[in-house]
């Protein structure tokens, strides 16, 4: 199944506030997303890469996202599409 992401607005209203060093973290930890999903959620794939890549459930259909420090991306992934 091929990954779509789907950036909400208040998201791209979110990375405004963010000084360039922090964007940089969070187009790794897409780049990270993007790399977990494509190797069939093969968590070692992105470790080559990352060594601190996180990846875990929050609730119900909820997870975090992160490679370092206290920046994180919150998803919800959605099976439909």
Same mark, same amino acid.
Do not use: W
């Given at each position: 199944?091929?990954?779509?992401?789907?950036?909400?607005?208040?998201? !791209?209203?979110?990375?405004?506030?963010?000084?360039? *060093? *922090?964007?940089?973290?969070? #187009?790794?930890?897409? !780049?990270?997303?993007?790399? &977990? &999903?494509?190797? $069939?959620?093969?968590? #070692?794939?992105?470790? !080559?890469?990352? #060594?601190?890549?996180? &990846?875990?459930?929050?609730?119900?259909?909820? &997870?975090? #996202? $992160?490679?370092?420090?206290?920046?994180?991306?919150?998803?919800?992934?959605? $099976?439909?599409?």
């Amino acid at each position: 199944m091929p990954l779509f992401l789907f950036f909400a607005s208040s998201f !791209e209203r979110s990375l405004k506030n963010l000084d360039p *060093q *922090q964007k940089a973290v969070i #187009a790794r930890i897409i !780049e990270s997303l993007e790399i &977990y &999903y494509s190797s $069939g959620c093969n968590i #070692a794939k992105v470790l !080559e890469t990352e #060594a601190r890549f996180f &990846y875990k459930k929050l609730r119900h259909d909820f &997870y975090e #996202a $992160g490679v370092e420090g206290k920046l994180r991306i919150v998803l919800r992934k959605d $099976g439909s599409k």
